[in-house]
Nanobody, 117 residues
Framework: QVQLVESGGGLVQAGGSLRLSCAAS????????MGWYRQGPGNPREWVAS???????NYADSVKGRFTISRDNAKNRVYLQMNSLKPEDTGVYYC???????????WGQGTQVTVSS
């Protein structure tokens, strides 16, 4: 089992920045890919960004150039730096981890991000 705990959400004005953090614990030795997803009001959950063990990153087109995902393997944490935030970035942000041995996906409880116009 892997446990994920997100933090860092909050209320920010459009154009502002937030940094989300996700702390991983448990059987994390098999985790190579971690990422962030979000779910806005009335919308399905959508992928935002991913980082693979070696540091390769990928981003949804909607956040490319504004968000940066990073990983601190020594601290078992993954971060999402969000700049130039827009009201449409509002939602609950979830941390995700994918086991490379079982292909099981783990989720955190989510952290709320609200961007006011």
């Amino acid at each position: 089992q892997v446990q994920l705990v997100e933090s860092g959400g909050g209320l920010v004005q459009a154009g502002g920045s937030l940094r989300l953090s996700c702390a991983a614990s448990g059987n994390i030795f098999s985790i190579k890919t971690m990422g962030w997803y979000r779910q806005g009001p009335g919308n399905p959950r959508e992928w935002v960004a991913s980082i693979i063990g070696g540091g390769s990153t990928n981003y949804a087109d909607s956040v490319k150039g504004r968000f940066t995902i990073s990983r601190d393997n020594a601290k078992n944490r993954v971060y999402l730096q969000m700049n130039s935030l827009k009201p449409e970035d509002t939602g609950v942000y979830y941390c995700n981890a994918l086991s490379s041995s079982t292909y099981m996906a783990y989720w955190g409880q989510g952290t709320q991000v609200t961007v006011s116009s």
